[in-house]
T-cell receptor, first 114, second 110 residues
Framework: GAGVSQSPSNKVTEKGKDVELRCDPI?????LYWYRQSLGQGLEFLIY????????KSGLPSDRFSAERTGGSVSTLTIQRTQQEDSAVYLC????????????FGPGTRLTVL | RKEVEQDPGPFNVPEGATVAFNCTYS??????FFWYRQDCRKEPKLLMS???SGNEDGRFTAQLNRASQYISLLIRDSKLSDSATYLC???????????FGRGTSLIVHP
């Protein structure tokens, strides 16, 4: 079956512009996670959704970052007024049921802020 | 102390070698454990879950030591294609946010 998909795969933007990143989780997966990974670094947790609710937003770096999930499926991560330090790979992962199960990752969106 | 710690490496080994990585965790309420593999410029993918009794999948063996709070990954007969970063992941009972280690880099050379 189809895995987690993300779009766009690459995004180059100018400093100060807004960007929107999309994640389509595996059908039926209830939990969805966003992470950020800078070059050569580990995964940085951003936000977690259970259904359409976000019980934990603690990882969002600033109020320029927001995310939503609709219909218990697609999620969008929005970064307003992008800064150069926002450049990274943004990864989305989904889990079948809430709990301690395997995460399935999408291929990521590589964001470059000039 | 970080919640999940891994030696970043790189571990540089010849083909056919046996190599082992450890990952220590600080929270005794940790419930489940995984090893993921991440190739360069790719997303992490599950390599194997780690069970209390230890488990083996081909050339890969994972073990859990709750008393000392670490998990290990052993790779036998290393292949060039094993070159990657290996991420340790720990879930604790009170959180649905998995904790990822920074990863251990493995380079297998001819």
């Amino acid at each position: 079956g189809a895995g987690v998909s993300q779009s766009p795969s690459n995004k180059v933007t100018e400093k100060g512009k807004d960007v929107e990143l999309r994640c389509d989780p595996i059908s039926g997966h209830t939990a969805l996670y966003w992470y950020r990974q800078s070059l050569g670094q580990g995964l940085e947790f951003l936000i977690y959704f259970q259904g359409n609710s976000a019980p934990d937003k603690s990882g969002l770096p600033s109020d320029r970052f927001s995310a939503e999930r609709t219909g218990g499926s697609v999620s969008t991560l929005t970064i307003q007024r992008t800064q150069q330090e926002d450049s990274a790979v943004y990864l989305c992962a989904s889990i079948q049921t809430q709990g301690y199960n395997e995460q399935f990752f999408g291929p990521g969106t590589r964001l470059t802020v000039l | 102390r970080k919640e999940v710690e891994q030696d970043p490496g790189p571990f540089n080994v010849p083909e056919g070698a046996t190599v082992a990585f450890n990952c220590t965790y600080s929270n005794s309420a940790s419930q489940s454990f995984f090893w993921y593999r991440q190739d360069c410029r790719k997303e992490p993918k599950l390599l194997m879950s780690v069970y209390s009794s230890g488990n083996e999948d081909g050339r890969f063996t994972a073990q859990l030591n709750r008393a000392s709070q670490y998990i290990s990954l052993l790779i036998r007969d290393s292949k060039l294609s094993d070159s990657a970063t290996y991420l340790c992941v720990v879930n604790i009972m009170t959180s649905y946010i998995p904790t990822f280690g920074r990863g251990t880099s493995l380079i297998v050379h001819p």
